[in-house]
């Protein structure tokens, strides 16, 4: 229910508010830090399996300094290594892991290196530690991913290698590629730099079966592409970057709520700092932010989209400290910086983020933290006292009202002429705030008196 309060205001004007449950201000909790042993500078997002557990991967550590595949409860303590790579079954794992279909406690992962020909694998891992290479790449059916991988609609695994394919091999522009649960594998197509070049990010599977992906270069402008595959192969480019929209997308795009695509650059825009875009499918592309480097630079990840539907991301550089940050963006472009990293709660979140069962964002720092080598974190956002309305006054034909917020959620403010109406109306259907004290002015017309209350949103 409701808290409502009425408040008596000049010239017959009266005010009606009535909020429910709020959050307070973000709270960085630093879960661990990673010291060599149990890995070393972990660069891909986390994956909340189906135990509750945290897992994931660092490019560095372990018993050769290779890497490791990690486990970690929410609640914080122990890194629990579950393997380690040796070169001979994998090397440096860039990328996050998934989970095989039907509630087998297998996961799926790709590293940089390592292998036969030391171009990188796809591998399968359970939770009990055992490690089992699928695939070796060899240059012309890929080499080197720096992304990991999707689940397509048939339970295949869906993924892209940086290098390699059959265009301009030695070194190649990568190749998306299909690969079965048992490691039968199959390369859809190579990219050939006028359609994409250097696919960084995981593919996406959106609406319909198709994927959805980005290249680090090519297209156009050469300044990197974002694109659909069918599970077929058949690529086409949705959109090219070219500077002033963005430049070198490293993360991948996910499909919003409303059909359309959201990600990142790392360069580009109004300051050459990153952006945060919006594409839709048919190519229209828009640019929703420019990081300037106060608030964030250089994002490296793609974005999340929460429970509450905004978006959620990080920044490798820029924030207070220059060590990145995590921040909030609504569809409209509104950006909320949440946390600033500084030397020891972690830096350079290269990482995107994971919404958590708990509703928590858990994601990892490359650097930073107790050793230098980097850290896993959780932002949370605590319950807290209801708003309340601070300040209401009329200025002219005016109405100006004042409540306490908390940063990152939104509200919405609506009003009525007369307490018997059932319908309230819309002053401002959503806001996010931006700081702990929101200010709306609003002409009221030519009522003698309107009633206003401010809502909460999910």
Same mark, same amino acid.
């Given at each position: 229910m409701s808290t409502i309060r009425c408040v008596k205001l000049l010239l017959s004007f009266a005010l009606l508010f009535g909020v429910v449950g709020v959050r307070a201000s973000v709270v960085l909790t630093t879960l661990a830090s990673f010291g060599g042993t149990n890995?070393?500078? !972990?660069?891909?997002n986390l994956f909340q399996a189906a135990d509750g557990f945290l897992y994931g991967t660092t490019p560095g550590g372990g018993n050769s300094n290779l890497g490791t595949v990690f486990r970690i409860s929410p609640a914080g303590g122990p890194v629990v290594s579950l393997a380690f790579f040796s070169g001979t079954n994998g090397a440096f794992p860039k990328a996050g892991l998934v989970q095989q279909a039907g509630g087998d406690f297998s996961f799926f992962g790709t590293t940089y290196a390592g292998g036969v020909s030391n171009l990188g694998t796809v591998f399968r891992i359970t939770t009990n530690g055992t490690l089992s290479s699928l695939i070796s790449f060899r240059g012309t059916n890929g080499a080197n991913p720096q992304a990991g991988l999707a689940r397509g609609d048939d339970d295949h695994f869906y993924g892209a290698t940086y290098y390699g394919g059959t265009n301009d091999w030695p070194l190649g522009y990568g190749v998306v590629f299909q690969i079965t649960t048992n490691g039968g594998f199959t390369p859809l197509t190579s990219l050939a730099n006028t359609n994409g070049a250097y696919p960084y990010g995981a593919l996406f599977r959106g609406a319909g079966g198709n994927f959805?992906?980005?290249?680090?270069?090519?297209?156009?402008?050469?300044?990197g592409t974002v694109f659909k595959i069918s599970n077929a192969g058949l690529l086409l480019t949705i959109a090219s970057f070219h500077s002033t929209n963005g430049a070198l997308p490293r993360g991948g795009v996910i499909q919003g709520l409303d059909g359309h695509l959201y990600g990142t650059t790392s360069s580009g825009g109004t300051s050459n700092l990153g $952006?945060?875009?919006r594409v839709t499918t048919n190519g229209n592309l828009t640019t929703l932010i420019s990081f300037t480097g106060n608030n964030g630079a250089s994002p490296f990840a793609g974005l999340i989209q929460g429970n509450d539907g905004h978006f959620y991301g990080t920044t490798a550089q820029g924030g207070t400290n220059a060590f990145g940050t995590v921040f909030q963006i609504t569809t409209n472009g509104l950006l909320t910086t949440l946390i600033a990293f500084d030397s020891n709660s972690g830096r350079n979140p290269y990482a995107g983020l994971v919404q958590g069962l708990d509703g928590s964002l858990y994601g990892t720092t490359v650097n930073g933290g107790a050793h230098g080598l980097g850290t896993?974190?959780?932002?949370?956002? !605590?319950?807290a006292s209801l708003p309340i309305v601070q300040t209401i006054s009329q200025t002219a034909n005016s109405a100006v009202l004042t409540?306490?917020? $908390?940063?990152s959620r939104s509200y919405c403010v609506q009003y009525k002429t007369n307490l018997n109406d059932l319908t309230w109306l819309d002053?401002?259907?959503?806001? $996010?705030?931006?700081n702990t004290t929101m200010t709306l002015l609003q002409n009221i017309g030519p009522e003698p008196q309107r009633f206003y209350r401010v809502g909460l949103l999910p």
């Open positions: 890995g070393a500078n !972990p660069e891909a959805y992906g980005t290249s680090l270069l090519g297209g156009a402008d050469g300044l $952006t945060v875009f896993v974190y959780r932002v949370s956002f !605590p319950a409540w306490n917020a $908390t940063v002053w401002i259907s959503s806001l $996010t705030a931006t």
